[in-house]
């Protein structure tokens, strides 16, 4: 390719009544990145354009946008993937800070809310040791690998259509990590918390945060396990 056309989402919300779309055009090279186009059209183009990116390299979770209408990491993007005409948007459910930047405020507030943080039991008097093959670990380690993007939340039909007002799948993927651990002495106050009102059964299993993850982890099975864990515990039986 030797032209791509970058469409950018451009909105200030304390100023413009509407967001208008800039084009910009601009040269590809190997393995670019829809980032490094953001970086280039900064540097070349329109220092005014902003944006979120820390690590560009996939682990910080900050560079998360719509790219041609799918939720995905802007640094793990190759634009050759894309074709010429790329368009860039902020993620859904997020309110605009400005142009693609987003304020992530809603994710981190139902992050909150499920109890994020490793409670020890009273009798624990060691930390965080767990045996190398022990199949609480095996269970966990997958979700381990969140790196709070915010991708699996913009894309779920559930947050939106309740307004914010369901936790979604990242908060309750960390929710199963300490729900699965024996040693957590919160987990079955905090099973209760994400069994209640906005909770899990608020997931209509829509599958759009599996598809997104740019960590390959499916929050729509880890939600099952906890529906499971909660009428385990309902009729009495271990969980
Ligand atoms: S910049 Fe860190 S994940 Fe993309």
Not at 52 to 76: D, K, P, Q, V, W
Not at 82 to 92: A, K, Y
Not at 182 to 199: I, Y
Request: proline share 5%; hydrophobic share 35%.
């Amino acid at each position: 390719m030797e032209e791509v056309k970058v469409s950018v989402m451009r909105f200030i919300p304390s100023e413009d009544e509407q967001p208008r779309y800039e084009t910009y055009s601009i040269t590809p090279k190997d393995n670019m990145t829809v980032l490094d186009t953001l970086f280039l059209i900064v540097e070349d183009q329109d220092p005014s354009l902003s944006f979120r990116c820390a690590c560009r390299l996939g682990m910080c979770g900050t560079c998360g946008m719509m790219i041609n209408g799918r939720g995905r990491l802007a640094c793990r993007t190759k634009v050759e993937e894309l074709g010429d005409e790329i368009l860039v948007e902020p993620m859904r459910s997020f309110p605009v800070i400005k142009d693609v930047a987003v304020d992530m405020e809603p994710f981190f507030d139902s992050w909150k809310k499920v109890k994020p943080y490793f409670v020890p039991k009273e009798d624990t008097d060691e930390f965080a040791i767990i045996p190398k093959h022990a199949k609480s670990r095996e269970v966990i380690d997958n979700n381990s690998d969140c790196i709070t993007c915010g991708l699996c939340y913009q894309s779920c039909d559930a947050v939106s259509i309740r307004d914010g007002e369901y936790m979604g799948p990242a908060a309750l993927s960390r929710a199963h990590n300490l729900i699965a651990d024996e040693r957590d002495g919160a987990r079955s106050e905090r099973l209760d918390m994400v069994t209640g009102e906005e909770g899990v059964f608020e997931c209509h299993s829509f599958g759009a945060c599996l598809e997104v993850c740019p960590k390959g982890i499916n929050p729509m099975e880890t939600i099952q396990k906890i529906k499971t864990k909660k009428l385990k515990k309902t009729v009495g039986l271990k969980w």
